[in-house]
C-alpha cells in the first residue's frame, strides 16, 4: 500500500502542492499535519508510521517533512528498512525500493553515524580540558541557606512547592531530592 505523509509548518498555511504530488505518486491513504519539523511527537506522523506494514510504501514531498534532524531522519529509515517498508521522496529523488535508494541511505547513515562518534569524542576531549583547568559541568549548586529556607518553608506546611520555588529560586526538583536525602537519613522525621 502506499501511504503518504504531508506536513506544513505553522506558518505556512498550504499544502495542496504535496498532497497533489503524492496523488500522482498513487498514493492511497494520506496523512496531514500542520505542524513544526522540530518536534518528534507530532500525533499524524504517528498515527503514519503505525499504519505502515511490511511492504508499504511511505511517500513524502521532501525529506524534511519527515523531520529536521538528520539523526531522526536516519532513525526513521533504519526503523523502515528493518520493517520492510520503503520510502520514496519525491523532490529528493530517493526510492529505497531501488538498489541505488538503499544504497544512498546507508551512506547517509555511515556519515551521520561517522559525526555523531567525532561530536562525543570532541564532548569528551572538551570536559576533560576543563576537568584540567579545574572547571566542572553542570548547574551551579544551591547556595546552602537558600536550600535550608526552602526546607523549613516545606516543613511549616503553609506555602505549595510553587509558592516555595518562587519565593526562594530553588527548583522543584533540588527540593524533592533534598526532602527525599532527608527522609532517607532520618527515616522520614522532621525536626522541628
Excluded at 509548518?9 to 496523488?23: P, Y
Aim: charged content about 35%.
Amino acid at each position: 500500500m502506499r501511504i503518504g505523509y504531508v506536513r506544513v509548518s505553522l506558518n505556512e498555511q498550504n499544502w495542496d502542492m504535496q498532497l497533489d504530488a503524492l496523488k500522482e505518486r498513487g498514493v492511497e491513504k494520506i496523512f496531514q499535519e500542520k505542524m513544526t519539523g522540530k518536534r518528534d511527537d507530532r500525533p499524524e506522523l504517528q498515527r503514519c508510521l503505525d499504519t505502515l506494514r511490511k511492504g508499504d510504501e511511505l511517500v513524502i514531498y521532501k525529506l524534511d517533512r519527515l523531520g529536521r534532524s538528520t539523526f531522526k531522519l536516519l532513525e526513521l529509515t533504519k526503523h523502515f528498512e528493518e520493517e520492510g517498508i520503503d520510502l520514496i521522496s519525491i523532490m529528493d529523488g530517493i526510492d529505497t525500493s531501488t538498489p541505488v535508494g538503499r544504497f544512498f541511505f546507508r551512506t547517509m547513515a555511515s556519515i551521520a553515524e561517522l559525526e555523531r562518534d567525532i561530536i562525543a569524542e570532541r564532548t569528551k576531549a572538551g570536559v576533560k580540558a576543563a576537568k584540567a583547568r579545574g572547571r566542572v559541568g553542570g548547574r551551579p549548586e544551591t547556595p546552602k541557606k537558600d536550600l535550608e529556607r526552602a526546607l523549613r518553608m516545606y516543613d511549616c506546611n503553609e506555602y505549595s512547592v510553587p509558592d516555595i520555588v518562587e519565593r526562594t529560586g530553588v527548583s522543584k526538583a533540588t527540593i524533592y531530592r533534598a526532602i527525599k536525602k532527608r527522609n532517607e537519613k532520618t527515616g522520614g522525621i522532621v525536626n522541628g
